[in-house]
């Protein structure tokens, strides 16, 4: 059998499978056509009708916690505010991936290094913690070691807001530390309105 007369034989046996199956899924007993859109809760309460109540809804991730018991999740992006001794010293935006990963770009100039790349995980119910990674550079753009920011925070029960402390440590790059501080965090989540 030469090469053309083969391909139009597999064409052929390709096409009657493709339509053997379709015509099984379009006769099966109970098949649908449209996906269902049901309305997400949150800690126990139904999200209203309307525009601003589904872009609410679509921003939060639920995380199943229990057989049927559900929680918002921190999968999303949030405008943080990073203080110390109570005064806001910097703020970011932040995005946290449902893979365990996260993105912080802060206001702080580009050449300081103002985004951070980071892992996540769940540690409790609305808790998680975090560290992040970026690069330190001196006043010419050389870089002069790496940031290495630790947070522990808590979802509020809508999963709009969180709060947490974070650490804050400075190291050159023989990896020796230079400078630590704390403080708290405050983060409020951004929607599509």
Known sequence: MDLRTHHDNLVRVSTVSALAIGLLVAFAPGAKAACPTPRPRVSGVAWADGLRARSQASALSLVQI????????????????????????DQGF???????????????????????????????????KLKHLSWNYDANGAAIGFIVIREQVKLDRSGHAYDGTY????????????????????ATRIIVD
């Open 167 to 186: 650490t804050y440590a400075v190291y050159d790059l023989t990896e020796t530390l230079q400078f630590e501080s704390s403080g708290e965090l405050h």
């Open 66 to 89: 229990g057989n049927e018991e559900r929680e918002p999740s921190i999968v999303g992006l949030w405008k943080v505010d990073i203080l110390a001794d109570g005064q806001v010293i």
């Open 94 to 128: 932040d995005a946290w991936h449902g893979d365990g990963t996260e993105t912080l770009n802060d206001a702080v100039p580009p050449t300081t290094g103002n985004v951070c790349l980071g892992v996540w995980e769940r540690t409790g119910r609305r808790t998680y």
